[in-house]
């Protein structure tokens, strides 16, 4: 996967657009809801944004960005995820850490592309997960869909490896195209 070189305006204005969805979608769960089953086999909801949070943390940290002292999700899962975004977001608005080159699994590439190309795809994925925990059925949209589209097939086999995504299943006969996206990415809506 070649990404689109990204301006630290852009990395902040993606990240912030998926952020808004899933705090949302965080704030108005339930406390019942954090310790319901996910999509994402042997996950909680509350399971699944420490994945969001971990993941990003550990991909920020091994490029040398100290967030400090991880969230408290267990406590507040809501508050913890803002207070991470918050971080996450403050950090990637210096253009020195958006810029940052490094090797990635696709070759060279920048904290701000990578954070683009899969970070934000993953709260994008996941915010599906959330709310499925809560049997809310949650809608992508158009652009949400079109960003995801013309990723996987970029992803190859690399976004089926263990910690990523389930093996794709087949969508249903006459599926509409979000539920072929969330089959593409091993769930059946």
Same mark, same amino acid.
């Given at each position: 996967? %070649?990404?689109?070189?990204?301006?630290?305006?852009?990395?902040?204005?993606?990240?912030?657009?998926?952020?808004? @969805?899933?705090?949302?979608?965080?704030?108005?769960? @339930?406390?019942?809801?954090?310790?319901?089953? @996910?999509?994402?086999? $042997?996950? %909680?909801?509350?399971?699944?944004? #420490?994945?969001? *949070?971990?993941?990003?943390? @550990?991909?920020?940290?091994?490029?040398?960005?100290?967030?400090?002292?991880?969230?408290?999700?267990? #406590?507040?899962?809501? $508050?913890?995820?803002?207070?991470?975004?918050?971080? *996450?977001?403050?950090?990637?608005?210096?253009?020195?850490?958006?810029?940052?080159?490094?090797?990635?699994?696709?070759?060279?590439?920048? *904290?701000?592309?990578?954070?683009?190309?899969?970070?934000?795809?993953?709260?994008?994925?996941?915010?599906?997960?959330? #709310?499925?925990?809560?049997?809310? !059925?949650?809608?992508? %949209?158009?652009?949400?869909?079109?960003?995801?589209?013309?990723?996987?097939?970029?992803?190859?086999? #690399?976004?089926?490896?263990?910690?990523?995504?389930?093996? $794709?299943?087949?969508?249903?006969?006459?599926? !509409?195209?979000?539920?072929?996206?969330?089959?593409?990415?091993?769930?059946?809506?």
């Amino acid at each position: 996967m %070649t990404p689109t070189p990204t301006t630290t305006a852009t990395v902040v204005d993606r990240y912030r657009a998926a952020d808004a @969805s899933l705090s949302a979608l965080a704030e108005s769960l @339930s406390a019942a809801d954090w310790d319901r089953p @996910s999509p994402c086999e $042997g996950w %909680t909801a509350r399971d699944v944004l #420490a994945h969001l *949070v971990d993941a990003q943390r @550990s991909f920020l940290s091994d490029r040398g960005h100290d967030l400090g002292p991880a969230p408290d999700l267990a #406590a507040d899962p809501a $508050g913890g995820w803002r207070a991470h975004a918050r971080q *996450v977001t403050d950090l990637l608005g210096e253009p020195s850490v958006a810029a940052q080159a490094y090797d990635g699994h696709f070759g060279p590439t920048t *904290v701000g592309d990578t954070v683009v190309a899969f970070y934000v795809f993953d709260m994008v994925a996941h915010r599906w997960d959330l #709310a499925r925990a809560a049997g809310r !059925d949650e809608r992508f %949209t158009d652009e949400e869909l079109a960003t995801m589209e013309a990723a996987i097939p970029g992803w190859g086999e #690399a976004l089926y490896v263990d910690g990523v995504c389930a093996a $794709g299943v087949e969508a249903p006969p006459g599926a !509409d195209r979000q539920a072929r996206v969330l089959a593409a990415l091993g769930r059946r809506a």
